[in-house]
């Protein structure tokens, strides 16, 4: 079966932030603080077109969560989390391995509440108070930045309209991500941001204080025990961790396979892509 492993112990070090102003479309700029030179997240970083009214909407929306935060900071403290998992499956695996090795992990996933709302949002933020995590591990859905979002939304100005509505409604992640990432750099923690390599999210100019402040890890899951549940032969799925934590890209980044398996597994609920199986 899958089994992932994982480095709980607490960072050691942060990346130093730059700074000199980031100039969104200086590529330059981007290669420096990459972890890869030669990486394709950098191909067209920051060229994901984003609309006025959609950073109106983001920037409306970083101010309204930073709000509702400061509103959930105060009441008890209890036991000091090393891990804290944000838009996971209840079964994730960096929560299970870190509790193995009697880390205090959490994870917060759509059982536990809908971050989409105040109350759910509310839920999050008291627990992260509570908790004071030294990391906050994010993998935010993928599925109107992945590639086959980019195909589909190319074949027609209907679908391209669609695939520019959906992302629209999924700045709400981007927005809480960069919430949070504000909320670790303001005591001294980290985060740590999770994307297939094939994802374009990392390419909006809306995530530029994550660039400022993270470097790029970019590893295959394969070296972290992914294998098809059929065949048990290793697969490959590119991922990239944009991590505030030096330790932590150091532990993954370059940590590359040469196999790769095409195609699509099955699992209980029916069959999905290699790419998407975790």
């Known amino acids: 079966?899958?089994?992932?492993?994982?480095?709980?112990?607490?960072?050691?070090?942060?990346?130093?932030?730059?700074?000199?102003?980031?100039?969104?479309?200086?590529?330059?700029?981007?290669?420096?603080?990459?972890?890869?030179?030669?990486?394709?997240?950098?191909?067209?970083?920051m060229s994901v077109e984003t609309s006025e009214s959609d950073r109106e909407h983001s920037q409306s929306l970083v101010k309204q969560y930073t709000k509702e935060l400061l509103q959930c900071q105060h009441g008890p403290r209890g036991k000091k989390?090393?891990?804290?998992?944000?838009?996971?499956?209840?079964?994730?695996?960096?929560?299970?391995?870190?509790?193995?090795?009697?880390?205090?992990?959490?994870?917060f996933c759509r059982e536990r509440g809908d971050l989409q709302t105040v109350s759910g949002r509310a839920d999050l933020f008291s627990e992260l108070h509570r908790c004071q995590p030294e990391n906050i591990w994010m993998s935010p859905s993928c599925n109107p930045w992945c590639g086959f979002s980019n195909l589909n939304g190319s074949r027609s100005l209907q679908a391209w309209d669609e695939l520019q509505s959906k992302r629209r409604i999924h700045l709400e992640q981007i927005a809480l991500g960069v919430v949070l990432l504000h909320f670790q750099l303001?005591?001294?923690?980290?985060?740590?941001?999770?994307?297939?390599?094939?994802?374009?999210?990392?390419?909006?100019?809306?995530?530029?204080?994550?660039?400022?402040?993270?470097?790029?890890?970019?590893?295959?899951?394969?070296?972290?025990?992914?294998?098809?549940?059929?065949?048990?032969?290793?697969?490959?799925?590119?991922?990239?961790?944009?991590?505030?934590?030096?330790?932590v890209f150091k532990g993954l980044h370059g940590r590359i396979c040469r196999n790769q398996i095409e195609g699509?597994?099955?699992?209980?609920?029916?069959?999905?892509?290699r790419s998407q199986f975790r």
């Open 1 to 45: 079966g899958k089994h992932v492993e994982s480095d709980c112990a607490a960072p050691a070090g942060c990346i130093k932030q730059d700074p000199r102003p980031v100039d969104p479309v200086d590529l330059n700029w981007h290669t420096r603080h990459a972890g890869d030179h030669d990486s394709e997240i950098l191909d067209f970083v």
């Open 81 to 107: 989390h090393v891990l804290f998992e944000v838009f996971c499956g209840h079964q994730s695996q960096l929560t299970q391995q870190c509790q193995n090795i009697q880390g205090a992990a959490q994870r």
């Open 186 to 247: 303001s005591m001294n923690r980290h985060l740590h941001w999770e994307q297939p390599k094939s994802s374009v999210m990392f390419k909006l100019p809306l995530l530029r204080d994550l660039f400022v402040s993270s470097k790029a890890a970019e590893f295959d899951m394969c070296q972290f025990g992914l294998r098809d549940p059929i065949s048990l032969e290793p697969i490959r799925k590119r991922m990239i961790v944009m991590t505030t934590s030096e330790k």
């Open 264 to 273: 699509s597994v099955k699992i209980p609920e029916g069959r999905i892509h």
